[in-house]
């Protein structure tokens, strides 16, 4: 069975330090990869999505970035950290011919 | 822009009662939708797709589908404690096979 794996759980960050989640995906091959972002009481925006390793759109302008080193890999990074930028972040994963999408755990990041 | 919209909530009802969770979507050409509850600190998980007009049951679950009408709807049938939750609505947006989301109503159940 498929299983994502994300972390870490929670990240406590200073303003101006750098940022690198990592997301990976078992027992598939080929997914297609999601970045989002939660605000505390809100819905899900999404950040960076992937149909496949190195290829990235972006949906929010912002100082995030997103790669995709591996098949099921996919990270989430920043140079410099904003305020702005605290939130929860979820990975989530599709399989090429399916639109439902799972998500992982997520990550819990305060910046300070 | 693509939108999903919710009742806003929050939502209660008391245990047993029937739970009705309301989305409507702007996108005719939206194919595939989706109910994801989301437990307070947690990530979201599917409990229901639909993808064709009527209703789709499992278990206490029912969704329901009306493509003319731009709806789609969550039934929770004998509501309960555990079922307290916020619950997500998804809509495919185009062929990247990316979901838009609502902001998700905020069901209480009281024993």
């Known amino acids: 069975s498929q299983t994502i794996h994300q972390w870490p759980a929670t990240l406590v960050q200073p303003v101006g330090s750098p940022l690198s989640l990592e997301c990976t995906v078992e027992?598939?091959?080929?997914?297609?990869l999601y970045w989002y972002r939660q605000a505390a009481g809100r819905g899900l925006q999404l950040l960076f999505y992937?149909?496949?390793?190195?290829?990235i759109s972006s949906e929010v302008p912002q100082n995030l970035s997103a790669s995709r080193p591996q098949d099921r890999q996919f990270i989430l990074s920043s140079k410099k950290l904003l305020l702005s930028d605290s939130g929860f972040y979820l990975c989530?994963?599709?399989?090429?011919?399916?639109?439902?999408?799972?998500f992982g755990a997520g990550t819990r990041l305060s910046v300070l | 822009q693509k939108e999903v919209e919710q009742n806003s909530g929050p939502l209660s009802v008391p245990e047993g009662a029937i739970a009705s969770l309301n989305c409507t979507y702007s996108?005719?050409?939206?194919?595939?939708f989706f109910w994801y509850r989301q437990y307070s600190g947690k990530s979201p998980e599917l409990i229901m797709s639909i993808y064709s007009n009527g209703d789709k049951e499992d278990g206490r679950f029912t969704a329901q589908l009306n493509k003319a009408s731009q709806y789609v709807s969550l039934l929770i049938r004998d509501s309960q404690p555990s079922d307290s939750a916020t619950y997500l609505c998804?809509?495919?947006?185009?062929?990247?096979?990316?979901?838009?989301f609502g902001s998700g109503t905020q069901l209480t159940v009281l024993p």
């Open positions: 992937s149909v496949g390793i190195g290829q």
């Open positions: 998804a809509v495919n947006s185009g062929s990247a096979r990316q979901l838009t």
């Open positions: 027992g598939t091959s080929n997914p297609n």
């Open positions: 996108d005719r050409v939206s194919q595939s």
């Open positions: 989530a994963w599709s399989s090429g011919g399916e639109n439902i999408q799972y």
